[in-house]
């Protein structure tokens, strides 16, 4: 192994930032073959936004000059202020090297630096990343299972009869369409209801709760539209009260608007066992057979352990693609 030189970068690199993303393009296309390579607009707001506001910190090795694989670290202040997480991609035809270690090692000594005790990392679920696992020391603590759904092939009229199901057993609920940000009015409600995804399964990973706020879910909506998405929320609100109940999230991709992606869907404990998360996401598809009809294929990830939310799913004809393990270590 020549001598690895590990440098980070930031979005207004063009050079560092097209030769990270052909790195994560070419071993996508080995790895994980059925997805869509990132596109550089796209990429590029990423590190500029990042998920939520938090750009991740970008880096590149090179051996000799040649960019041989790149990295990530993304360290939260909002919560989770003890975990570093980790991104790690070796270009297919440098593995087997010692690449992977190089960057792996300079990635836990720099999250250490950041004073981070823990340090979090995903990867398929091959025999290669679990090898690598062992050897860096980090213990696998949850699956995640992404799932995609071809809406071309669904049962005419099987969305619209799990709606009408699902509308039967929630009556005391109506759906609200918001697309696009947040109206102003619904930001304080819309905050609080964010945080239902907490109570999503999270196995043996050690992370705490995610802290929602105002700015956060602006920054989400910000990161998601910077990235040519264009964003579509479905809420459930009680008839009643007026509280929000549900809601779940689909950013149609603007350069590929064939391809919608799911984001986060979820009930509030007060309002569960009512069908909401059926009547919600069966809800979403008929609002985007009218506001998006080329949309052709939605992706979705869950927990492997997330049964109530993997049934819903698997009526609305979703099929696994692909399986990530989540690992994690401490760092002292």
């Known amino acids: 192994m020549g001598d690895v030189h590990i440098h980070a970068f930031t979005a207004d690199d063009a050079d560092d930032v097209r030769a990270s993303l052909e790195v994560h393009n070419a071993a996508a296309a080995v790895d994980a073959p059925w997805r869509w390579p990132e596109l550089l607009a796209s990429y590029t707001a990423l590190l500029r936004h990042g998920w939520d506001g938090e750009p991740e910190r970008p880096f590149l090795a090179t051996v000799g000059g040649r960019v041989v694989g790149a990295a990530s670290l993304e360290l939260t202040e909002r919560d989770n202020t003890h975990l570093a997480w980790l991104g790690l991609t070796v270009l297919p035809e440098c593995r087997r090297r010692g690449y992977g270690t190089a960057l792996f090692e300079a990635m836990a000594a720099e999250a250490a630096r950041s ?98 706020t105002p700015e956060r879910l602006a920054a989400y909506e910000e990161g998601m539209l910077a990235r040519g998405g264009r964003l579509y929320r479905l809420v459930a609100r009680h008839r009643k009260t007026g509280d929000l109940a549900g809601h ?85």
């Open 115 to 212: 004073g981070r005790r823990s340090l979090g990392a995903d990867g398929w679920d091959n025999e290669a990343v679990t090898a690598f696992a062992r050897k860096v020391g980090l213990e696998c603590r949850s699956q995640e299972v992404q799932r995609r759904q071809h809406l071309a092939e669904l049962e005419p009229g099987r969305v619209q009869r799990l709606y009408d199901e699902a509308a039967a057993a929630s009556p005391d609920y109506e759906l609200v369409r918001v697309a696009g940000r947040t109206p102003a009015a619904m930001v304080g409600a819309m905050v609080e209801l964010v945080r239902a995804i907490n109570d999503a399964p999270t196995d043996e990973l050690d992370v705490e709760d995610e802290v929602s």
């Open 248 to 332: 779940t999230v689909v950013l149609v991709d603007g350069a590929r608007p064939e391809v919608g992606h799911q984001h986060d869907t979820a009930v509030e404990r007060a309002h569960r066992g009512h069908r909401l998360g059926l009547r919600l996401k069966a809800g979403m598809l008929l609002w985007l057979a009218r506001a998006e009809p080329q949309v052709r294929l939605l992706d979705t990830w869950n927990a492997a352990s997330n049964d109530h939310m993997i049934s819903v799913n698997d009526a609305l004809g979703y099929r696994v693609v692909g399986r990530k393990l989540q690992f994690q270590k401490a760092l002292v």
